[in-house]
Protein backbone atom coordinates (compact mmCIF):
# COMPACT_ATOMS: atom_id res chain seq x y z
CA UNK A 1 0.00 0.00 0.00
CA UNK A 2 3.09 2.49 0.56
CA UNK A 3 6.67 2.68 0.72
CA UNK A 4 6.61 5.44 3.66
CA UNK A 5 9.04 3.70 5.82
CA UNK A 6 7.64 5.71 8.85
CA UNK A 7 4.27 3.94 8.34
CA UNK A 8 5.47 0.86 7.76
CA UNK A 9 8.20 0.54 10.85
CA UNK A 10 5.58 1.70 13.12
CA UNK A 11 2.72 -0.49 11.90
CA UNK A 12 5.19 -2.83 12.07
CA UNK A 13 5.92 -1.66 15.49
CA UNK A 14 2.40 -1.81 16.55
CA UNK A 15 1.77 -5.23 15.10
CA UNK A 16 4.74 -6.54 17.05
CA UNK A 17 2.57 -5.52 20.46
CA UNK A 18 -0.64 -6.20 20.21
CA UNK A 19 -0.09 -9.41 17.79
CA UNK A 20 -3.29 -9.40 15.05
CA UNK A 21 -4.33 -12.82 13.11
CA UNK A 22 -5.31 -10.26 9.86
CA UNK A 23 -4.15 -7.23 8.51
CA UNK A 24 -6.78 -5.44 6.56
CA UNK A 25 -6.19 -1.94 4.73
CA UNK A 26 -8.93 0.07 4.70
CA UNK A 27 -9.55 1.75 0.79
CA UNK A 28 -13.47 3.34 1.84
CA UNK A 29 -14.75 1.54 -1.53
CA UNK A 30 -18.41 0.67 -0.84
CA UNK A 31 -17.56 -2.97 -1.71
CA UNK A 32 -15.22 -3.80 1.05
CA UNK A 33 -17.79 -1.32 3.53
CA UNK A 34 -20.71 -3.48 2.67
CA UNK A 35 -18.65 -6.54 3.46
CA UNK A 36 -17.55 -4.62 6.93
CA UNK A 37 -20.76 -4.27 7.81
CA UNK A 38 -22.08 -7.96 7.02
CA UNK A 39 -19.49 -9.52 9.41
CA UNK A 40 -20.71 -7.02 11.95
CA UNK A 41 -24.12 -7.96 12.01
CA UNK A 42 -23.03 -11.54 11.87
CA UNK A 43 -20.88 -10.64 14.88
CA UNK A 44 -23.17 -8.99 16.48
CA UNK A 45 -21.29 -5.63 16.87
CA UNK A 46 -24.18 -3.77 14.90
CA UNK A 47 -28.08 -4.12 14.05
CA UNK A 48 -29.10 -3.70 10.60
CA UNK A 49 -32.59 -1.13 10.93
CA UNK A 50 -35.53 -1.26 8.29
CA UNK A 51 -33.87 -0.31 5.31
CA UNK A 52 -37.61 0.82 4.35
CA UNK A 53 -37.85 3.48 7.42
CA UNK A 54 -33.85 3.87 7.83
CA UNK A 55 -32.22 3.08 4.66
CA UNK A 56 -28.58 2.06 4.89
CA UNK A 57 -28.71 2.12 9.02
CA UNK A 58 -27.34 0.31 11.47
CA UNK A 59 -27.83 0.51 15.74
CA UNK A 60 -25.14 -0.33 17.88
CA UNK A 61 -24.92 -0.69 21.74
CA UNK A 62 -22.00 -0.17 23.73
CA UNK A 63 -20.95 -1.56 26.75
CA UNK A 64 -22.94 -0.19 30.34
CA UNK A 65 -19.34 1.39 31.27
CA UNK A 66 -18.55 2.83 28.33
CA UNK A 67 -21.18 5.41 27.44
CA UNK A 68 -19.19 8.73 27.03
CA UNK A 69 -15.77 10.49 26.73
CA UNK A 70 -13.19 9.31 29.75
CA UNK A 71 -12.22 12.62 30.46
CA UNK A 72 -10.62 11.81 33.83
CA UNK A 73 -8.44 9.17 31.60
CA UNK A 74 -7.59 11.42 28.91
CA UNK A 75 -3.87 12.47 28.94
CA UNK A 76 -1.62 15.13 27.33
CA UNK A 77 1.76 13.49 27.32
CA UNK A 78 4.28 15.85 27.37
CA UNK A 79 7.94 16.17 28.44
CA UNK A 80 7.06 18.70 30.91
CA UNK A 81 4.02 18.94 32.90
CA UNK A 82 4.01 22.87 31.75
CA UNK A 83 3.42 22.30 28.35
CA UNK A 84 0.15 20.46 29.33
CA UNK A 85 -0.63 23.26 31.86
CA UNK A 86 -3.10 23.58 34.90
CA UNK A 87 -6.41 22.63 32.71
CA UNK A 88 -5.34 19.14 31.21
CA UNK A 89 -4.37 15.62 32.88
CA UNK A 90 -0.91 15.15 32.00
CA UNK A 91 1.38 11.93 31.64
CA UNK A 92 5.29 11.86 31.33
CA UNK A 93 5.53 10.35 27.82
CA UNK A 94 7.96 7.54 28.68
CA UNK A 95 5.42 6.69 31.44
CA UNK A 96 2.30 6.36 29.42
CA UNK A 97 3.80 4.59 26.78
CA UNK A 98 4.80 1.70 28.66
CA UNK A 99 1.16 1.63 30.52
CA UNK A 100 -0.81 1.68 27.62
CA UNK A 101 1.34 -0.54 25.62
CA UNK A 102 1.41 -3.05 28.26
CA UNK A 103 -2.16 -2.94 28.11
CA UNK A 104 -2.37 -3.08 24.21
CA UNK A 105 -0.11 -6.57 24.36
CA UNK A 106 -1.56 -9.02 22.67
CA UNK A 107 -4.62 -7.76 22.38
CA UNK A 108 -5.88 -7.97 19.32
CA UNK A 109 -5.01 -12.00 19.00
CA UNK A 110 -7.95 -13.44 17.42
CA UNK A 111 -9.02 -10.31 15.62
CA UNK A 112 -8.15 -8.36 12.69
CA UNK A 113 -6.11 -5.01 12.31
CA UNK A 114 -7.96 -2.82 10.47
CA UNK A 115 -5.87 0.53 9.05
CA UNK A 116 -7.69 2.83 8.41
CA UNK A 117 -5.68 5.68 5.83
CA UNK A 118 -7.81 8.89 6.74
CA UNK A 119 -7.77 12.94 6.30
CA UNK A 120 -9.09 15.53 8.08
CA UNK A 121 -9.99 18.03 5.84
CA UNK A 122 -10.57 18.64 2.13
CA UNK A 123 -8.18 16.62 -0.45
CA UNK A 124 -5.70 19.30 -2.13
CA UNK A 125 -6.49 22.14 1.04
CA UNK A 126 -3.85 23.72 2.71
CA UNK A 127 -5.84 23.09 5.91
CA UNK A 128 -5.91 19.85 5.50
CA UNK A 129 -3.84 16.99 7.51
CA UNK A 130 -3.30 13.24 7.65
CA UNK A 131 -3.65 10.57 9.69
CA UNK A 132 -3.75 6.90 9.99
CA UNK A 133 -5.46 4.92 12.61
CA UNK A 134 -4.87 1.04 13.55
CA UNK A 135 -8.07 -0.05 15.09
CA UNK A 136 -9.84 -3.68 15.90
CA UNK A 137 -13.74 -2.71 15.92
CA UNK A 138 -15.28 -2.34 12.65
CA UNK A 139 -17.05 0.25 14.67
CA UNK A 140 -14.94 2.07 14.88
CA UNK A 141 -14.07 1.64 11.23
CA UNK A 142 -17.51 2.40 9.97
CA UNK A 143 -17.65 5.38 11.88
CA UNK A 144 -14.38 7.22 10.66
CA UNK A 145 -15.51 6.66 6.98
CA UNK A 146 -18.71 8.54 8.25
CA UNK A 147 -16.55 11.21 10.26
CA UNK A 148 -13.99 11.52 8.01
CA UNK A 149 -12.51 11.08 4.37
CA UNK A 150 -10.94 7.59 4.16
CA UNK A 151 -9.10 7.18 1.27
CA UNK A 152 -6.02 4.98 -0.30
CA UNK A 153 -5.54 8.27 -1.48
CA UNK A 154 -4.28 9.37 1.64
CA UNK A 155 -1.01 7.61 1.45
CA UNK A 156 -0.38 9.37 -1.43
CA UNK A 157 -1.05 12.96 -0.39
CA UNK A 158 1.51 11.83 2.63
CA UNK A 159 3.72 10.58 0.36
CA UNK A 160 7.56 10.03 2.15
CA UNK A 161 6.17 12.89 4.71
CA UNK A 162 6.93 11.65 8.44
CA UNK A 163 4.33 14.27 9.99
CA UNK A 164 1.19 12.23 9.48
CA UNK A 165 -0.67 11.43 13.02
CA UNK A 166 -0.47 7.89 13.93
CA UNK A 167 -3.56 6.67 16.02
CA UNK A 168 -3.75 2.96 17.90
CA UNK A 169 -7.15 2.43 19.36
CA UNK A 170 -7.38 -1.56 21.04
CA UNK A 171 -11.19 -2.47 22.60
CA UNK A 172 -9.25 -4.66 25.09
CA UNK A 173 -12.22 -6.38 27.50
CA UNK A 174 -13.28 -2.50 27.98
CA UNK A 175 -12.24 -2.49 31.29
CA UNK A 176 -12.79 0.83 32.82
CA UNK A 177 -10.10 1.05 35.87
CA UNK A 178 -7.53 0.16 32.95
CA UNK A 179 -9.26 2.76 29.90
CA UNK A 180 -6.98 5.33 28.86
CA UNK A 181 -6.85 7.96 25.90
CA UNK A 182 -3.67 9.28 25.89
CA UNK A 183 -1.97 11.98 23.74
CA UNK A 184 1.30 12.32 22.90
CA UNK A 185 1.67 15.82 20.44
CA UNK A 186 4.97 15.74 20.52
CA UNK A 187 4.93 12.48 18.47
CA UNK A 188 1.90 12.83 16.46
CA UNK A 189 0.39 9.90 18.28
CA UNK A 190 -2.63 8.70 19.89
CA UNK A 191 -3.49 5.03 21.80
CA UNK A 192 -6.67 5.05 23.31
CA UNK A 193 -7.23 1.26 25.23
CA UNK A 194 -10.22 -0.36 26.50
CA UNK A 195 -12.87 1.84 25.07
CA UNK A 196 -15.36 1.57 22.12
CA UNK A 197 -17.13 4.43 22.70
CA UNK A 198 -17.10 7.16 19.28
CA UNK A 199 -15.31 10.04 21.33
CA UNK A 200 -12.52 7.71 22.70
CA UNK A 201 -11.78 5.68 19.70
CA UNK A 202 -12.67 7.84 16.53
CA UNK A 203 -9.56 9.62 16.70
CA UNK A 204 -9.64 11.78 13.56
CA UNK A 205 -12.40 13.90 15.88
CA UNK A 206 -11.61 15.33 19.06
CA UNK A 207 -8.06 13.76 19.73
CA UNK A 208 -6.64 14.83 16.57
CA UNK A 209 -8.84 17.41 15.02
CA UNK A 210 -8.49 19.60 18.53
CA UNK A 211 -5.90 18.10 20.68
CA UNK A 212 -3.23 17.42 18.48
CA UNK A 213 -4.30 19.89 15.89
CA UNK A 214 -4.16 22.62 18.53
CA UNK A 215 -0.55 21.88 19.14
CA UNK A 216 0.16 22.03 15.56
CA UNK A 217 -1.73 25.24 15.25
CA UNK A 218 0.14 26.80 17.75
CA UNK A 219 3.71 25.62 15.77
CA UNK A 220 2.47 26.80 12.53
CA UNK A 221 0.46 29.55 13.17
CA UNK A 222 -3.08 28.44 12.63
CA UNK A 223 -6.40 27.85 15.14
CA UNK A 224 -8.01 24.73 15.47
CA UNK A 225 -11.01 25.01 17.31
CA UNK A 226 -14.37 23.88 18.99
CA UNK A 227 -16.49 26.16 16.63
CA UNK A 228 -19.60 25.34 14.39
CA UNK A 229 -19.30 27.35 11.23
CA UNK A 230 -22.06 29.35 9.55
CA UNK A 231 -22.94 30.57 6.47
CA UNK A 232 -25.88 33.75 6.29
CA UNK A 233 -26.95 35.11 3.09
CA UNK A 234 -29.09 38.02 3.06
CA UNK A 235 -31.40 39.25 0.55
CA UNK A 236 -29.25 40.95 -2.75
CA UNK A 237 -26.46 40.24 -0.05
CA UNK A 238 -23.13 37.79 -0.62
CA UNK A 239 -22.96 35.11 2.03
CA UNK A 240 -21.33 35.99 5.25
CA UNK A 241 -19.64 32.91 7.47
CA UNK A 242 -19.54 33.08 11.48
CA UNK A 243 -17.54 30.91 13.74
CA UNK A 244 -19.20 30.51 17.27
CA UNK A 245 -17.92 28.74 20.39
CA UNK A 246 -20.36 27.22 22.94
CA UNK A 247 -20.14 24.88 25.78
CA UNK A 248 -22.31 21.33 25.76
CA UNK A 249 -25.87 22.31 26.65
CA UNK A 250 -26.04 25.78 25.02
CA UNK A 251 -27.41 24.95 21.48
CA UNK A 252 -24.67 24.76 19.02
CA UNK A 253 -25.98 21.95 17.04
CA UNK A 254 -29.30 23.89 17.03
CA UNK A 255 -27.74 27.20 15.42
CA UNK A 256 -24.97 25.30 13.22
CA UNK A 257 -28.43 23.86 11.50
CA UNK A 258 -30.75 26.84 12.33
CA UNK A 259 -33.41 26.95 9.82
CA UNK A 260 -34.81 30.71 9.48
CA UNK A 261 -38.27 32.10 10.53
CA UNK A 262 -40.79 32.24 8.19
CA UNK A 263 -40.50 36.11 8.40
CA UNK A 264 -36.53 35.78 7.13
CA UNK A 265 -37.37 32.82 5.16
CA UNK A 266 -39.98 34.88 3.05
CA UNK A 267 -37.66 37.91 2.87
CA UNK A 268 -35.47 35.25 0.90
CA UNK A 269 -32.15 34.65 3.89
CA UNK A 270 -30.89 31.05 3.82
CA UNK A 271 -28.76 29.87 6.43
CA UNK A 272 -26.09 27.51 5.53
CA UNK A 273 -24.40 24.49 7.52
CA UNK A 274 -20.36 24.27 6.95
CA UNK A 275 -19.93 22.67 10.06
CA UNK A 276 -21.40 22.31 13.57
CA UNK A 277 -18.47 21.09 16.10
CA UNK A 278 -14.63 21.70 14.88
CA UNK A 279 -12.99 24.52 12.42
CA UNK A 280 -9.73 24.82 11.58
CA UNK A 281 -9.05 28.52 10.75
CA UNK A 282 -6.05 30.18 8.91
CA UNK A 283 -4.97 33.54 7.27
CA UNK A 284 -5.64 33.87 3.86
CA UNK A 285 -3.29 34.94 0.99
CA UNK A 286 -5.76 38.42 1.36
CA UNK A 287 -4.84 38.59 5.27
CA UNK A 288 -8.38 37.51 5.86
CA UNK A 289 -9.14 34.95 8.43
CA UNK A 290 -10.76 31.74 6.54
CA UNK A 291 -12.00 28.57 8.58
CA UNK A 292 -12.70 24.56 6.83
CA UNK A 293 -14.81 21.98 8.68
CA UNK A 294 -11.94 19.29 8.90
CA UNK A 295 -14.72 16.74 9.70
CA UNK A 296 -17.02 15.12 6.75
CA UNK A 297 -19.82 13.98 9.19
CA UNK A 298 -21.69 14.65 12.20
CA UNK A 299 -21.57 12.90 15.54
CA UNK A 300 -24.25 14.13 17.29
CA UNK A 301 -26.29 13.48 20.56
CA UNK A 302 -29.87 12.04 19.65
CA UNK A 303 -32.15 13.27 22.88
CA UNK A 304 -34.12 16.37 21.80
CA UNK A 305 -33.20 16.54 18.16
CA UNK A 306 -36.53 16.38 16.99
CA UNK A 307 -38.53 17.88 13.97
CA UNK A 308 -39.12 21.25 15.71
CA UNK A 309 -35.75 21.66 17.91
CA UNK A 310 -33.22 20.87 14.86
CA UNK A 311 -35.34 19.63 11.53
CA UNK A 312 -31.71 19.30 9.31
CA UNK A 313 -29.91 17.16 11.94
CA UNK A 314 -33.05 15.23 12.15
CA UNK A 315 -32.82 15.24 7.88
CA UNK A 316 -29.11 14.59 8.10
CA UNK A 317 -30.20 11.18 10.08
CA UNK A 318 -32.33 9.83 7.35
CA UNK A 319 -29.91 7.31 5.39
CA UNK A 320 -26.14 5.98 5.88
CA UNK A 321 -26.12 6.71 9.58
CA UNK A 322 -24.86 4.86 12.34
CA UNK A 323 -27.27 5.16 16.25
CA UNK A 324 -25.55 4.48 19.15
CA UNK A 325 -27.57 3.31 22.31
CA UNK A 326 -30.81 4.69 21.34
CA UNK A 327 -34.30 2.79 21.73
CA UNK A 328 -34.92 -0.42 18.92
CA UNK A 329 -38.49 -0.36 18.23
CA UNK A 330 -39.21 -4.11 17.60
CA UNK A 331 -42.28 -4.10 16.17
CA UNK A 332 -40.86 -2.56 12.35
CA UNK A 333 -37.10 -2.46 13.48
CA UNK A 334 -36.70 1.32 13.69
CA UNK A 335 -35.00 3.93 16.57
CA UNK A 336 -36.92 6.11 19.14
CA UNK A 337 -35.01 8.60 21.32
CA UNK A 338 -36.28 10.92 24.28
CA UNK A 339 -37.51 14.09 22.68
CA UNK A 340 -38.09 12.68 19.08
CA UNK A 341 -41.89 12.50 18.79
CA UNK A 342 -44.61 11.84 21.76
CA UNK A 343 -44.89 8.14 20.75
CA UNK A 344 -42.70 6.07 22.04
CA UNK A 345 -42.59 2.60 21.26
CA UNK A 346 -44.39 -0.01 23.61
CA UNK A 347 -42.67 -3.57 22.42
CA UNK A 348 -39.06 -2.25 22.41
CA UNK A 349 -35.50 -2.47 23.52
CA UNK A 350 -34.12 0.06 25.44
CA UNK A 351 -30.15 1.42 25.03
CA UNK A 352 -28.88 -1.53 27.44
CA UNK A 353 -30.87 -4.11 25.28
CA UNK A 354 -33.51 -4.99 27.78
CA UNK A 355 -37.05 -4.73 27.17
CA UNK A 356 -38.77 -1.55 27.32
CA UNK A 357 -42.37 -0.12 27.16
CA UNK A 358 -42.48 3.69 26.91
CA UNK A 359 -45.99 4.06 27.49
CA UNK A 360 -45.41 2.74 31.15
CA UNK A 361 -41.91 3.03 32.17
CA UNK A 362 -40.48 5.30 34.25
CA UNK A 363 -36.29 4.77 32.91
CA UNK A 364 -35.53 6.31 30.18
CA UNK A 365 -35.12 4.41 26.97
CA UNK A 366 -32.02 5.82 25.17
CA UNK A 367 -29.29 6.85 27.00
CA UNK A 368 -28.78 10.35 27.66
CA UNK A 369 -25.45 10.54 25.94
CA UNK A 370 -27.01 7.96 22.80
CA UNK A 371 -25.77 9.31 19.58
CA UNK A 372 -26.33 9.37 15.86
CA UNK A 373 -23.52 9.16 12.96
CA UNK A 374 -24.37 10.99 9.75
CA UNK A 375 -22.95 12.19 6.60
CA UNK A 376 -22.88 16.02 6.17
CA UNK A 377 -23.86 15.41 2.99
CA UNK A 378 -27.08 14.17 4.36
CA UNK A 379 -27.92 17.80 5.46
CA UNK A 380 -30.35 19.69 3.52
CA UNK A 381 -28.64 23.07 4.72
CA UNK A 382 -25.21 22.28 3.67
CA UNK A 383 -23.18 24.83 2.45
CA UNK A 384 -22.32 25.10 -1.12
CA UNK A 385 -18.51 25.93 -0.36
CA UNK A 386 -18.72 22.70 2.37
CA UNK A 387 -15.88 21.11 -0.41
CA UNK A 388 -14.33 24.05 -1.39
CA UNK A 389 -10.37 23.60 -0.64
CA UNK A 390 -9.88 27.44 0.13
CA UNK A 391 -12.44 27.25 3.06
CA UNK A 392 -14.68 30.55 3.97
CA UNK A 393 -13.61 33.83 5.16
CA UNK A 394 -15.11 34.29 8.36
CA UNK A 395 -16.58 38.09 9.48
CA UNK A 396 -17.83 36.95 12.86
CA UNK A 397 -16.50 35.11 15.60
CA UNK A 398 -18.97 34.68 18.48
CA UNK A 399 -18.68 33.14 21.70
CA UNK A 400 -21.49 31.71 24.15
CA UNK A 401 -22.57 30.57 27.19
CA UNK A 402 -25.39 29.91 29.55
CA UNK A 403 -26.39 32.46 32.35
CA UNK A 404 -29.45 33.12 33.84
CA UNK A 405 -28.14 37.09 34.40
CA UNK A 406 -25.21 39.05 34.30
CA UNK A 407 -24.13 38.51 30.49
CA UNK A 408 -26.75 39.99 28.17
CA UNK A 409 -28.36 38.67 24.78
CA UNK A 410 -25.40 39.73 22.92
CA UNK A 411 -22.81 42.50 22.93
CA UNK A 412 -19.82 43.14 21.16
CA UNK A 413 -16.01 43.42 21.97
CA UNK A 414 -14.07 46.77 21.23
CA UNK A 415 -11.03 44.84 19.55
CA UNK A 416 -9.17 41.56 19.22
CA UNK A 417 -8.36 41.34 22.21
CA UNK A 418 -11.04 42.20 24.40
CA UNK A 419 -13.12 39.78 22.22
CA UNK A 420 -9.80 37.38 23.21
CA UNK A 421 -10.75 37.73 27.05
CA UNK A 422 -14.31 37.76 26.45
CA UNK A 423 -13.64 33.96 24.44
CA UNK A 424 -11.56 33.00 27.72
CA UNK A 425 -14.09 33.54 30.12
CA UNK A 426 -16.48 31.76 28.95
CA UNK A 427 -18.80 30.03 31.53
CA UNK A 428 -22.00 28.26 32.18
CA UNK A 429 -24.45 27.85 34.74
CA UNK A 430 -25.25 24.37 35.68
CA UNK A 431 -28.97 23.41 35.52
CA UNK A 432 -31.07 20.53 37.55
CA UNK A 433 -31.05 18.61 34.40
CA UNK A 434 -27.27 18.43 34.16
CA UNK A 435 -26.12 18.18 37.68
CA UNK A 436 -29.11 18.10 39.72
CA UNK A 437 -27.96 21.91 41.12
CA UNK A 438 -28.71 25.03 39.68
CA UNK A 439 -26.30 27.81 39.15
CA UNK A 440 -23.02 26.14 39.92
CA UNK A 441 -20.64 28.32 37.54
CA UNK A 442 -17.85 26.28 35.05
CA UNK A 443 -15.88 27.84 33.24
CA UNK A 444 -14.84 26.74 29.51
CA UNK A 445 -12.38 29.26 28.08
CA UNK A 446 -13.28 29.18 24.11
CA UNK A 447 -15.52 25.97 24.87
CA UNK A 448 -11.70 24.23 24.28
CA UNK A 449 -11.25 23.78 28.02
CA UNK A 450 -11.43 19.74 27.69
CA UNK A 451 -9.73 19.89 24.11
CA UNK A 452 -6.75 22.08 24.22
CA UNK A 453 -3.95 19.83 23.39
CA UNK A 454 -1.34 22.29 25.29
CA UNK A 455 -0.95 24.70 28.35
CA UNK A 456 -4.06 26.58 28.12
CA UNK A 457 -2.05 30.25 29.11
CA UNK A 458 0.05 29.64 26.11
CA UNK A 459 -3.14 28.56 24.10
CA UNK A 460 -4.23 32.44 25.23
CA UNK A 461 -0.86 34.01 23.99
CA UNK A 462 -1.70 32.48 20.82
CA UNK A 463 -4.85 33.92 20.09
CA UNK A 464 -3.34 37.22 20.65
CA UNK A 465 -0.45 36.51 18.31
CA UNK A 466 -2.44 35.07 15.74
CA UNK A 467 -4.66 38.92 16.35
CA UNK A 468 -1.53 40.63 15.80
CA UNK A 469 -1.04 39.00 11.96
CA UNK A 470 -4.42 39.76 11.57
CA UNK A 471 -4.13 43.43 12.05
CA UNK A 472 -7.65 45.36 10.77
CA UNK A 473 -9.16 42.48 8.82
CA UNK A 474 -9.87 40.51 12.05
CA UNK A 475 -13.12 39.47 12.07
CA UNK A 476 -15.19 41.07 14.86
CA UNK A 477 -15.68 39.08 18.18
CA UNK A 478 -19.30 39.30 19.89
CA UNK A 479 -20.54 37.61 22.94
CA UNK A 480 -24.00 35.96 22.81
CA UNK A 481 -26.50 34.79 25.73
CA UNK A 482 -29.43 32.80 24.61
CA UNK A 483 -30.36 31.96 27.97
CA UNK A 484 -31.07 35.09 30.25
CA UNK A 485 -34.51 34.79 32.82
CA UNK A 486 -37.03 36.52 33.98
CA UNK A 487 -37.69 36.70 37.70
CA UNK A 488 -40.01 33.82 37.88
CA UNK A 489 -36.93 31.92 36.31
CA UNK A 490 -38.40 31.71 32.76
CA UNK A 491 -36.18 31.89 29.86
CA UNK A 492 -36.94 35.53 28.00
CA UNK A 493 -35.20 34.92 24.26
CA UNK A 494 -37.13 32.14 22.64
CA UNK A 495 -34.53 30.70 20.72
CA UNK A 496 -33.55 28.24 18.03
CA UNK A 497 -34.82 29.71 14.44
CA UNK A 498 -35.04 32.93 16.19
CA UNK A 499 -31.72 33.70 17.33
CA UNK A 500 -31.02 34.79 13.60
CA UNK A 501 -32.70 37.97 15.01
CA UNK A 502 -29.54 38.29 16.61
CA UNK A 503 -27.10 36.81 13.78
CA UNK A 504 -28.35 39.42 11.40
CA UNK A 505 -27.16 42.24 13.88
CA UNK A 506 -24.21 41.05 14.23
CA UNK A 507 -23.68 40.75 10.73
CA UNK A 508 -25.12 44.60 10.04
CA UNK A 509 -22.68 45.43 12.89
CA UNK A 510 -19.91 43.94 10.83
CA UNK A 511 -20.93 45.51 7.70
CA UNK A 512 -21.40 48.86 9.35
CA UNK A 513 -25.23 49.01 8.75
CA UNK A 514 -25.99 49.04 12.26
CA UNK A 515 -25.16 51.90 15.20
CA UNK A 516 -24.41 50.68 18.79
CA UNK A 517 -24.31 51.91 22.72
CA UNK A 518 -20.82 52.17 24.05
CA UNK A 519 -21.18 50.45 27.78
CA UNK A 520 -18.68 49.03 30.33
CA UNK A 521 -18.16 45.75 28.80
CA UNK A 522 -18.64 46.36 24.81
CA UNK A 523 -20.93 47.79 22.04
CA UNK A 524 -24.86 46.93 22.73
CA UNK A 525 -27.44 46.90 20.55
CA UNK A 526 -29.50 50.01 20.21
CA UNK A 527 -33.22 50.38 21.08
CA UNK A 528 -35.23 48.16 18.42
CA UNK A 529 -32.42 47.39 16.48
CA UNK A 530 -32.86 43.64 17.24
CA UNK A 531 -35.67 43.07 15.29
CA UNK A 532 -38.45 41.66 17.08
CA UNK A 533 -41.90 41.89 14.81
CA UNK A 534 -43.76 38.49 15.40
CA UNK A 535 -41.91 37.17 18.22
CA UNK A 536 -42.97 37.15 21.92
CA UNK A 537 -40.76 39.76 23.05
CA UNK A 538 -41.81 43.15 24.88
CA UNK A 539 -40.02 46.09 24.77
CA UNK A 540 -39.77 45.40 28.47
CA UNK A 541 -38.24 41.86 27.97
CA UNK A 542 -35.35 43.60 25.43
CA UNK A 543 -34.52 45.95 28.14
CA UNK A 544 -33.83 42.92 30.81
CA UNK A 545 -31.91 41.20 27.96
CA UNK A 546 -29.43 43.36 27.36
CA UNK A 547 -29.27 45.46 30.91
CA UNK A 548 -26.41 45.08 32.92
CA UNK A 549 -26.29 44.97 36.62
CA UNK A 550 -23.00 46.54 38.34
CA UNK A 551 -23.15 44.33 41.07
CA UNK A 552 -23.35 41.13 38.87
CA UNK A 553 -20.68 42.20 37.33
CA UNK A 554 -18.73 42.93 40.61
CA UNK A 555 -18.89 39.29 41.65
CA UNK A 556 -18.11 38.58 38.10
CA UNK A 557 -14.98 40.48 37.99
CA UNK A 558 -14.27 37.99 41.37
CA UNK A 559 -14.94 35.09 39.53
CA UNK A 560 -12.57 35.65 36.90
CA UNK A 561 -9.88 37.05 39.11
CA UNK A 562 -9.95 33.56 40.85
CA UNK A 563 -10.65 31.82 37.31
CA UNK A 564 -7.34 33.08 36.66
CA UNK A 565 -5.28 32.57 39.31
CA UNK A 566 -4.94 29.27 37.84
CA UNK A 567 -2.55 30.11 35.03
CA UNK A 568 -0.37 32.09 36.97
CA UNK A 569 2.15 33.71 34.94
CA UNK A 570 1.32 32.37 31.95
CA UNK A 571 -1.87 34.38 31.34
CA UNK A 572 -1.23 37.04 28.85
CA UNK A 573 -0.60 40.33 30.18
CA UNK A 574 -3.01 41.67 27.11
CA UNK A 575 -5.84 39.61 29.00
CA UNK A 576 -4.69 41.41 32.49
CA UNK A 577 -5.11 44.03 31.18
CA UNK A 578 -8.49 43.70 29.52
CA UNK A 579 -10.02 42.86 33.46
CA UNK A 580 -9.36 45.81 34.54
CA UNK A 581 -10.61 47.52 32.05
CA UNK A 582 -13.45 45.82 32.76
CA UNK A 583 -12.81 47.03 36.40
CA UNK A 584 -12.15 50.67 35.83
CA UNK A 585 -15.50 50.64 33.37
CA UNK A 586 -17.45 49.47 35.73
CA UNK A 587 -16.46 52.21 38.41
CA UNK A 588 -17.00 54.64 36.26
Known amino acids: MTNNKSIINWIEKMK ?33 LNFEKHPGCYLRRSALNDVARAEDRTFICTKTQWEAGPTNNWWEPKLAYEKVLSIAKDSYRGKTMYIVPYSMGIFDS ?15 VLNMVIMTRVSGKVLDYIG ?42 LLGKKCFALRIASFLGRKEKWLAEHMLILGIERPGKETKYICAAFPSACGKTNLAMLVPPDKYKNKGYKVWCVGDDIAWLRIGEDGRLWAMNPENGFFGVAPGTNAKSNPNALASTSHDAIFTNVVQNLDDNTVWWE ?57 AIIFGGRRANTTPLVYETRNWNHGVFAGSVI ?16 HDPMAMKSFCGYNMGQYFKHWIEMGKLLKEKAPKIFSVNWFRTNESGEIIWPGYGENLRVLDWILKRCEGEKEALESPIGFL ?15 EDMKELLSLDAAQWHKEIKEIEDFYKIFGDDLPLELRKELEKLKNNLEH
Not at 22 to 48: N, T, Y
Not at 163 to 191: K, M
Not at 350 to 373: C, L, M, Q, V, Y
Open 427 to 442: SSESTAATTGKIGVLK
Open 16 to 48: EIVKPDKIVWIDGSEVQLEELRKQACKEGEIIK
Open 339 to 395: GLDNNPPENALDWKGSPWNGKISIEKGAHPNSRFTAPAKNCPALSPEFENPKGVPIS
Open 126 to 140: KFSRFGIELTDSIYA
Open 160 to 201: QSETWVRGLHCSCNLDAENRYVCHFPEDNTIISVNSGYGGNV
Open 525 to 539: PCEGDIDTEGIDASK
